[in-house]
C-alpha cells in the first residue's frame, strides 16, 4: 500500500507522491534576491532558494497550479518547468493564458490522471479566495485542490491542498463536504505597506479553525517562509496551534525531506 509523501520544496512548493503519482505544487525555483511585482503597488522580495533543484527533483506527472499572477507561486523558473510538464491544473482563467495541455477547473470541477499501472487519481478544485471581499478583480482567481484515489465513495478521504487563501465561507464548504485526511495549509499572513491592514493568505488562528472545522488527521504548513511579504512565521504559527489543542496533528516538514504523512487517499 502507498504512503502519502510529501517533500516540501519552499516557500508553496511542495512534491507529493502517492499511488506512483508524482505531483509538484505551486512551482518557485529562483534563487534568492530577486523582487517581484504582483500589481496595484503590491510586491515581494524572495529571501530563501528551493530546498531541491528543478534538476534533483525528478519526474513530475503533473503541476498543480493555485493561480498564475503572483511569482510567490509561479516565478520564472517554475514558468519554465510547465511546457515540460504531461498536465498542468488550474483556474480556468490562468489555463486560457498559459494555453498547451493546462487544464482550467473551476470550483468543484475534477479531472482524473490514469496510467497503466497506477490507481487513477482524482483532483477536484476547492474554492479559494485570495484576499479580503470585493478583492478578485484586483489579485483574480485562485483555487485549491482535492486528491483522492477513487471516484467512489465520494466521502473518501482527501489530500487537500488550501492554495492561497483567507478564511471565507468557501472554505467553510470544503470542511463540509470533504472527508480530509492530509491537509496542506497556506500560511503567511500575508499583508502590502500599500494594502494596509488587508491580508492575503491565512493566518495562523484561521488557520487553527479551519483545522478545527475540516479536522484532517494530519495539517501540514507551507507558504511560510522564504518570502519578504509573509507577516507571521514557524514559532508563532506553533504557539497558535498548540493553544488551538492541534499539535499532535500539525507536522512542520524538514525543507528538502521526503516525510509519510498519511494513509493511502481513497483508501
Same mark, same amino acid.
Given at each position: 500500500?502507498?504512503?502519502?509523501?510529501?517533500?516540501?520544496?519552499?516557500?508553496?512548493?511542495?512534491?507529493?507522491?502517492?499511488?506512483?503519482?508524482?505531483?509538484?505544487?505551486?512551482?518557485?525555483?529562483?534563487?534568492?534576491?530577486?523582487?517581484?511585482?504582483?500589481?496595484?503597488?503590491?510586491?515581494?522580495?524572495?529571501?530563501?532558494?528551493?530546498?531541491?533543484?528543478?534538476?534533483?527533483?525528478?519526474?513530475?506527472?503533473?503541476?498543480?497550479?493555485?493561480?498564475?499572477?503572483?511569482?510567490?507561486?509561479?516565478?520564472?523558473?517554475?514558468?519554465?518547468?510547465?511546457?515540460?510538464?504531461?498536465?498542468?491544473?488550474?483556474?480556468?482563467?490562468?489555463?486560457?493564458?498559459?494555453?498547451?495541455?493546462?487544464?482550467?477547473?473551476?470550483?468543484?470541477?475534477?479531472?482524473?490522471?490514469?496510467?497503466? $499501472?497506477?490507481?487513477?487519481? =482524482?483532483?477536484? %478544485?476547492?474554492? @479559494?479566495?485570495?484576499?479580503?471581499? !470585493?478583492? /478578485? &478583480?484586483? +489579485?483574480?482567481?485562485?483555487?485549491?485542490?482535492?486528491?483522492?484515489?477513487?471516484?467512489?465513495?465520494?466521502?473518501?478521504?482527501?489530500?487537500?491542498?488550501?492554495?492561497?487563501?483567507?478564511?471565507?465561507?468557501?472554505?467553510?464548504?470544503?470542511?463540509?463536504?470533504?472527508?480530509?485526511?492530509?491537509?496542506?495549509?497556506?500560511?503567511?499572513?500575508?499583508?502590502?505597506?500599500?494594502? $494596509?491592514?488587508?491580508?492575503? =493568505?491565512?493566518? %495562523?488562528?484561521? @488557520?487553527?479553525?479551519?483545522?478545527? !472545522?475540516? /479536522? &484532517?488527521? +494530519?495539517?501540514?504548513?507551507?507558504?511560510?517562509?522564504?518570502?519578504?511579504?509573509?507577516?507571521?512565521?514557524?514559532?508563532?504559527?506553533?504557539?497558535?496551534?498548540?493553544?488551538?489543542?492541534?499539535?499532535?496533528?500539525?507536522?512542520?516538514?524538514?525543507?528538502?525531506?521526503?516525510?509519510?504523512?498519511?494513509?493511502?487517499?481513497?483508501?
Amino acid at each position: 500500500m502507498s504512503e502519502v509523501r510529501i517533500t516540501h520544496i519552499g516557500g508553496p512548493t511542495a512534491l507529493i507522491e502517492v499511488g506512483g503519482w508524482r505531483l509538484l505544487t505551486d512551482p518557485t525555483f529562483d534563487p534568492p534576491g530577486s523582487r517581484y511585482a504582483f500589481g496595484w503597488g503590491t510586491g515581494a522580495r524572495k529571501v530563501a532558494g528551493p530546498a531541491v533543484s528543478l534538476d534533483d527533483i525528478g519526474p513530475v506527472d503533473a503541476v498543480l497550479l493555485s493561480h498564475d499572477g503572483h511569482a510567490d507561486n509561479l516565478d520564472t523558473a517554475g514558468r519554465a518547468l510547465l511546457p515540460r510538464v504531461e498536465t498542468v491544473v488550474t483556474t480556468r482563467a490562468a489555463a486560457r493564458r498559459l494555453g498547451g495541455r493546462t487544464i482550467g477547473l473551476a470550483p468543484w470541477g475534477s479531472t482524473t490522471l490514469t496510467a497503466r $499501472g497506477r490507481p487513477a487519481l =482524482t483532483i477536484t %478544485a476547492t474554492p @479559494a479566495r485570495h484576499g479580503p471581499p !470585493l478583492s /478578485r &478583480p484586483l +489579485v483574480g482567481p485562485a483555487v485549491g485542490f482535492a486528491l483522492r484515489r477513487e471516484v467512489t465513495p465520494p466521502g473518501a478521504a482527501a489530500v487537500w491542498f488550501t492554495g492561497d487563501t483567507v478564511m471565507y465561507r468557501g472554505l467553510r464548504e470544503v470542511a463540509e463536504r470533504l472527508r480530509v485526511d492530509v491537509a496542506v495549509v497556506h500560511l503567511g499572513a500575508v499583508r502590502f505597506r500599500s494594502t $494596509g491592514p488587508l491580508r492575503f =493568505t491565512l493566518d %495562523a488562528a484561521e @488557520a487553527a479553525d479551519l483545522a478545527l !472545522l475540516a /479536522r &484532517p488527521r +494530519v495539517v501540514v504548513p507551507v507558504h511560510y517562509e522564504g518570502w519578504s511579504h509573509f507577516r507571521q512565521d514557524r514559532a508563532g504559527d506553533e504557539r497558535r496551534f498548540d493553544a488551538a489543542g492541534l499539535a499532535d496533528r500539525v507536522r512542520w516538514l524538514e525543507l528538502g525531506t521526503p516525510t509519510d504523512v498519511g494513509l493511502p487517499v481513497g483508501s
